[in-house]
């Protein structure tokens, strides 16, 4: 199958670009290089030594993403671009809600134009209100805390009143949880631009020596030893389920919202804990002030997507700690 992958030079969008390219799909990717990169696709040229057309154009623009549609023929849309950075949210609000709308409504206008049905959706954890006891299920309460998290339940209202009004579709939401890890090559992974915000790359440049210290924000949390609990899931399973939405999409309309994540929570100091063991390293790092907006612990419960996709996460905390070092130790 054809599949359009909006973002495919990001970090989710090149893992799921490496994985149908190995299992026999054709993909075609328009990235704006807003954060995405062309070693992002040069890495998933290596992995799988296969080509694929690459279109470097803003998908707020629609006339342009139907051109693509129309020209590439393509079946399947996955829709991972879009800006990702809370704190960024907050700052520039309409940047955020301009971009992360935009591209999603000028996505289906050109997918309804094309007569191209399928639509996959990233969604977040950042939908679920604050106060929601844990663990969220896809029915927990929706409600944001920045403007990123809001963009997110806008666009997830939108598809759905899309799917109202074209029978004839289907849209999968995914909501991830924290995405972490890289591809066992080590030749794709997380590289954000800047100074990362996220845990995780933020451990791993610190590792490398790109920073002094990693700063936990906080240890007096409410949690067994005071930092924050979340669910960490491998990008590895999170590209699987994916796959297995595509699937799902193939044998059902309408709009349906899956949580993907490992339904188990590891703390801040866990994490640094997990990755020293695993890549025998130090982690040079001090306890600072609480970060506005976190909680102290966000889990899933996957249960719905096990039921309705046959998604289970299986890779361990060392994999994720293991890849996301080997990628980084690459650069
Ligand atoms: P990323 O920034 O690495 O990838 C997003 C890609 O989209 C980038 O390559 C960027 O250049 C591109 N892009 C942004 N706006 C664009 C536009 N208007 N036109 C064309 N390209 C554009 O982020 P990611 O971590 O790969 O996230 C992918 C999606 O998943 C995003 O929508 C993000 O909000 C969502 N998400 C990510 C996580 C996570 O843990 N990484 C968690 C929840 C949701
Ligand atoms: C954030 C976003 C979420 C987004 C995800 C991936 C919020 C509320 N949520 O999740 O929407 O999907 O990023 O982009 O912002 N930490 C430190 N030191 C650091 C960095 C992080 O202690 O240098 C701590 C944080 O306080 C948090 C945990 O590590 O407790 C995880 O943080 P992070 O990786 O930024 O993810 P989230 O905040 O959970």
Known sequence: ????????AGYIGSHMCAELLRTGH????????SNGTQGALDGVKK????EFPFYRADVCDSPTVEEIMEAQKVECVIHFAGL?????SVAKPLEYYENNLNSTMAVCRAMRNQGVSRLIFSSSAATYRSDNPMPLTESS????????????I???????????????????LLRYFNAVGAHE?????????????NLMPFISQTAHGLHKELKIFGNDYDTPDGTCIRDYIHITDLIDGHVRAIDFSAKNKGCEVFNLGTGRGFSVLEMVDAFEKTNGIKLPYSIAPRRPGDIATIYANPEKAQKMLGFTAKKSLEDMCRDTWKFQSNM
Do not use: H
Not at 187 to 197: F, T, Y
């Open 141 to 152: 309460a929706l409600g944001a805390t920045n403007p990123y998290g809001w963009t997110k």
């Open 47 to 50: 992995i799988t030594g296969v």
């Open 84 to 88: 990702k950075a809370v704190g960024e």
């Open 154 to 172: 806008m666009c997830e209202q939108i598809l759905r009143d899309f799917c109202v009004g074209e029978p004839e579709f289907s849209v999968v």
């Open 1 to 8: 199958m054809k599949i359009l992958v909006t973002g495919g």
């Open 185 to 197: 090559s080590g030749l794709i992974g997380d590289c954000p631009a800047g100074i990362p915000n």
């Open 26 to 33: 054709e993909v075609v990717v328009v990235d704006n290089f």
